[in-house]
Nanobody
Framework: VQLVESGGGLVQPGGSLRLSCAGS????????MSWYRQAPGKEREMVAS????????NYADSVKGRFTTSRDNAKNTVYLQMNSLKPEDTAVYYC??????????WGQGTQVTVSS
């Protein structure tokens, strides 16, 4: 099983980034996909989740209206579009695949730094 994130980097406040997470080794369409983030000295927090076919999404209050998650089951990929980025969005962003109460997989993370 692999989850590989990409798209992180350095961006100025107010800018945008699009993260991608490609899954392999499992039946992607059967898993709830989520994005988490962890800033230095803080606990890992859920940022966004998306249901099996994308009809259900959930966001942390801190990113509502700025971040959008989507998935393409044909490509085994989930995305996180991040707009109006703020310095407090700086963190390592992780992709998660969950089959409730059975399997829980994590990617290696990608760094997002928002700074002028």
């Amino acid at each position: 099983v692999q989850l590989v994130e990409s798209g992180g980097g350095l961006v100025q406040p107010g800018g945008s980034l699009r993260l991608s997470c490609a899954g392999s080794g499992f039946t992607f369409s059967n898993y709830i996909m989520s994005w988490y983030r962890q800033a230095p000295g803080k606990e890992r927090e859920m940022v966004a989740s998306i249901g099996l076919v994308g009809g259900f999404t959930n966001y942390a209050d801190s990113v509502k209206g700025r971040f959008t998650t989507s998935r393409d089951n044909a490509k085994n990929t989930v995305y996180l579009q991040m707009n109006s980025l703020k310095p407090e969005d700086t963190a390592v962003y992780y992709c998660n695949a969950k089959f409730p109460d059975v399997f829980d997989y994590w990617g290696q993370g990608t760094q997002v730094t928002v700074s002028s």
